[in-house]
């Protein structure tokens, strides 16, 4: 019988191995972005199912996802504004055509 903490362990593993699949697959940023969000989704569900699971205060894991929370969408922001200024002098998205970040 698995415990409900492998199984939130077992979905996070798969959220976080779908995340870094597109993160080393895909060639645009929001595609990028968006599979860097699900990695850390996945590093949120675990913080609160293991802080749920082990019988220690489980508001210290909700804090700390919503912390979490926190970073994503300010990270977001950071990274939207920042695709729009490159697509503004480049025209495009594409990692591969994106020759200007290359030292």
Do not use: C, N, W
């Amino acid at each position: 019988m698995v415990s409900p903490l492998q199984a939130y362990l077992a979905v996070a593993v798969a959220l976080f191995g779908i995340g870094l699949y597109g993160l080393v697959q895909r060639r645009s940023l929001v595609a990028m972005l968006i599979a860097l969000e699900l990695m850390l989704a996945s590093v949120s569900i675990i913080v609160v199912s293991v802080t749920a699971m082990t019988g220690s205060d489980a508001s210290l894991g909700q804090v700390i996802a919503l912390i979490l929370v926190g970073v994503a969408a300010s990270e977001t922001a950071i990274a939207l504004s920042l695709f729009v200024a490159i697509h503004r002098t480049t025209h495009a998205i594409d990692v591969e055509r994106l020759s200007e970040l290359k030292g």
